[in-house]
């Protein structure tokens, strides 16, 4: 760390080229020559809107965790959680963990449900941006207390904590250099890191649904 911005974007415009990634990377680098223009003039500046980028993906990731956060703690009310999955719990590729941690999560929650319908309203979301770092995930368990999700999920998964609230503040919007690169290369924004697990859908007793995401409000991030 210890970079400023416009150093953090060439090392990350420098990964991109490295990988082959040219059309990327100078969209990257036009997003940063637009940005004296950006401080200069009063019209509508050019952004590359990429989720890599330095400035762009800071905003949107300030966003997305501003807008989880409001969808957990509008939903959950008094019953929201933090789930922190330890380090030696995480595979070496980051953005594949967030794909097994979204259906590890959704399966977590849908066998809990053919158990205690209760468990079909609790939704969890979070940003996997800070990858040397324990995750955390926000949960909304709005008909169970918090003693009753606390002993199921500790129950279920030895390795997950769970801690009564919501995390103290919102992500880092930087990312490291070789995943910011990761990411931007995917082009998908924000997406590939990005958990959502709305409730389920159907209150039918021991149906198993694929919670579409659709069903919900949805945080108002973009
Ligand atoms: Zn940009």
């Known amino acids: 760390m210890g970079l400023t911005n416009s150093a953090h974007q060439e090392k990350i415009i420098q990964h991109l080229q490295v990988d082959g990634h040219h059309h990327v990377a100078d969209r990257l680098q036009r997003c940063a020559d637009a940005l004296v223009g950006r401080h200069r003039d009063g019209g509508w500046p050019w952004r590359c809107g990429s989720a890599g980028c330095c400035w762009c993906g ?10 989880l956060r409001t969808w957990i703690s509008e939903t959950g009310g008094e019953n929201v959680a933090t789930i922190t999955i330890p ?3 995480i ?6 963990l967030t794909l097994c941690l ?7 929650r849908d066998r809990a449900a053919r158990q205690d319908d209760r468990w079909r309203s ?23 207390s918090a ?6 999920i500790t129950k279920r998964n030895p390795l997950r904590v769970v801690r009564t609230g919501l995390p103290d503040g919102l992500v880092s919007p930087r990312l490291p250099v070789a995943d910011a690169a990761r990411l931007a290369s995917c082009r998908r924004g924000i997406e590939p890191i990005r958990i959502i697990i709305p409730r389920q859908r159907t209150s039918v007793p021991n149906v ?3 919670a579409s995401g659709m069903d919900e409000p949805m945080p108002m991030a973009f």
Not at 58 to 67: D, E, V
Not at 91 to 96: H, I, M, R
């Open 87 to 89: 380090l030696s719990a």
């Open 102 to 108: 979204r259906r590890s999560l959704r399966d977590l």
């Open 58 to 67: 800071a905003r949107l990731l300030r966003r997305w965790s501003w807008g």
């Open 91 to 96: 595979p070496d590729d980051w953005l594949y």
């Open 208 to 210: 198993e649904v694929v």
């Open 147 to 152: 003693i009753g999700f606390s002993s199921m």
């Open 122 to 144: 609790v939704m969890f979301a979070g940003l996997i941006c800070e990858p040397e770092k324990p995750v955390e995930i926000m949960v909304a368990h709005p008909a169970i």
